[in-house]
């Protein structure tokens, strides 16, 4: 190990030296900044968050972009026209249909292009500004044009994350005595998804089939449409590539290696679930659709935010044991909106209710050798808060349907309903700036 001498003497790993000279150069942060293209005051994408993401134009060309405000910014384009000179990046690095391969480029890449896009777009620089012809061929408003997935998820992890969750999980499931088995406060629980299911925000899902607990005095089970459909308000986090096979991430390494965060809708059929869940865990009533957010927020935009996990019941083991503050302050909101009618917000989180943190969740992932790739999805699990109206599931915020949700039209639901629309939304704020996620809108269509 290179121990190296820091600022008052203090020793310094040589990998704490390298994130801290690291973390000096966000200049994409300062709070100061000011963009010549007009953001509202309570837009989610002032000049400080530079998001990525992937969009088609009208004229059917797809690109890499960013986003200021209600503006898309065309980065195949930018690059093209000489703007991110004197950056080691390839000819083709944003002309392409995901972000692997730039997220792939790793941390050090990602910090030179978000910091140049908020320099290219600060108020006082002329160079694009001044520039109509390159206007036209860099900006577009975001109704011209339709985004998609931002990355090609190779593969997809859950994590059943918030204690709240899992506790009023485990009661309603299983036994509200012993809730939360013993294994639960050692390990960060995950299980294996599908990505071929991950969709963008504003694709509609289908409701489900699938087998059901036989009824009452039957010993068949029950088919047909899912009759218990439900959300799950998560965040997930998108990996570069991180290890081999056969290595591991130190914990303190972790966050290195997540390139950024998308609002995550866990859809999740529970009729299914309850039927199918023991011995191994979900399967079919999950895997039929998981919808993101389309932008994916960075880590360095997010790192104001920074805040600290619940306090954890036992001392982690050493592998899981992380310094300093472990989560981010972000303010998670979820709604139903009924066909041709207002929404209603069903409840407000936070991603800081999370009692296993991202780096521990990486960490754990990959103790026993298991390479993550860059365009992994690892979802955070359920975010629940500790207060009723701080759930993040029709499971709990109805409890399993004992208690119905009254919404605005007169209607109420104890689950979601066909042609209902569930809008999730996520935002930071200090006093200085707002950094958001947009939405994550899912509209359910009837079973075929
Ligand atoms: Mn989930």
Sequence with gaps: MIIFQGENGKKMHKFDLKYKNQKMIITANNP????????????????????????????????IGSRIGDFAIDLGALHQLGYFNGIPLTDDIFLQDNLNDFIADGRKTWRLVRNRIADIFEVTNGKLRDNATHKEHIIFRMDEVEMLLPVSVGDYTDFYASKEHATNVGSLFRDPENALLPNWLHIPIGYHGRSSSIIPSGTPVRRPYGQTKPAEGSNTPGFGPSKLLDFELEMAFITTDANTLGDRIPIHEAEEHIFGLVQFNDWSARDIQAWEYVPLGPFLGK????????????????????????KQV??????????GKGSYDI????????????????????????????AQQLAHHTVNGCPVEAGDMMGSGTISGPTKDSYGSMLELTWRGQNPILLKDGTTRTFINDHDTVIMRAHCKNEHVRIGFGECVGKVLPAK
């Design 314 to 323: 036992h001392t982690p083991l050493p592998y899981l044991k992380q310094e």
């Design 287 to 310: 895997s039929f659709a998981s919808t993101i957010s389309p932008w994916i927020v960075t880590l360095d935009a997010l790192a104001p935010f920074r805040t600290n996990n619940p």
């Design 331 to 358: 303010h998670l909101q979820v709604a139903i909106q009924p066909e041709n009618g207002e929404e209603t917000i069903l409840s407000n989180s936070n991603f800081k209710y999370m009692y296993w943190t991202m």
């Design 32 to 63: 100061n900044r000011k963009s010549w293209l007009n953001v509202n005051k309570d837009s989610d994408f002032p000049i400080q968050n530079i998001p990525f993401g992937v969009f088609i134009t009208k004229e059917d060309i797809i690109t």
